[in-house]
């Protein structure tokens, strides 16, 4: 496996076929239909791991982790039970295929919304193994540094100080695996500030998943028109309220919490 690479070979004539449900609500949904999906890879109740039906990516193994047989639900949302295992199973099916050897990385990520880059409505999340290229050659510790909006052993949340693309983006590091359930939470809290305080026009959130430094990380980040510095020139901005949101973020979900202020 070679570092070399640095551009994954999008299939366009794939791509030309996939479906599109978030914007076009009329498109029938392919994950509703069970009876129809092709090869499935694991299942834990309605949470499915499938071979991805359309792999634009070429050098990569591409699968697609359907959360859950309810079409309109979304993680924000989810009740605890259901988010735990969730993220049980899918961080375990993430590391299961990085431990195969068989690839120089994993990806595990989620786009929900419009401005996601995704194209099915449907909740699901994408584990996808990288045959030549190491998404870690791009990660710096300074990435997930923040303001601490909230921590137990063995997991913190916080708003980072410098974020990879700009503007707000959420971090939750993982130094304990049987916090796991925790880490979860963390993430819906993001989530759901992100859809419903965080902007009356965010419709639209990435979720991704790292390994770095011995530890798992997991970064959500509110999704608008990515702004022409960062396109042009990679030029992440940081918004001057960031405090600010943290005092929002501690009120809404924290409250009975006594914190100390956000460093």
């Not at 070979?9 to 076009?24: A, H, M, V, W, Y």
């Not at 295992?85 to 899918?90: A, C, E, P």
């Not at 993430?187 to 009356?200: E, G, N, R």
């Not at 970064?219 to 022409?228: A, D, E, Q």
Request: proline content about 5%; aromatic content about 12%.
């Amino acid at each position: 496996m070679s570092s070399s690479f640095t551009h994954l070979l999008f299939d366009t004539r794939i791509g030309s076929q996939k479906p599109e449900s978030i914007r076009n609500r009329d498109t029938k949904c392919p994950f509703c239909d069970r009876t129809q999906l092709d090869e499935i890879l694991a299942e834990h109740g309605p949470i499915l791991l499938v071979k991805n039906k359309y792999p634009v990516l070429q050098d990569s193994f591409q699968t697609v982790l359907i959360e859950t047989d309810e079409c309109e639900s979304e993680l924000s949302i989810y009740k605890k039970e259901h988010l735990h295992k969730l993220i049980r199973f899918g961080v375990e099916k993430w590391l299961e295929m990085e431990r195969s050897g068989q690839y120089a990385s994993v990806l595990f990520f989620k786009n929900h919304g419009p401005y996601s880059g995704g194209t099915i409505r449907h909740p699901h999340m994408q584990i996808v193994g990288l045959k030549h290229i190491d998404y870690r050659n791009q990660l710096d510790s300074s990435q997930f540094e923040g303001l601490v909006i909230d921590r137990m052993p063995g997991v913190e949340f916080n708003l980072s100080t410098r974020p990879r693309v700009g503007f707000f983006e959420f971090n939750v590091i993982l130094s304990q695996l049987e916090r796991l359930d925790q880490m979860a939470d963390y993430i819906q809290t993001a989530a759901h500030y992100a859809l419903t305080d965080f902007h009356k026009n965010c419709n639209s959130y990435n979720l991704f998943f790292y390994q770095f430094e011995g530890q798992i990380v997991a970064k959500v980040v509110p999704r608008f028109i990515t702004s022409p510095l960062f396109i042009g020139f990679a030029i992440p901005q940081v918004a001057t309220r960031g405090e600010e949101v943290v005092a929002e973020i501690r009120s809404k979900y924290y409250r009975d919490k006594n914190l100390p202020a956000a460093t």
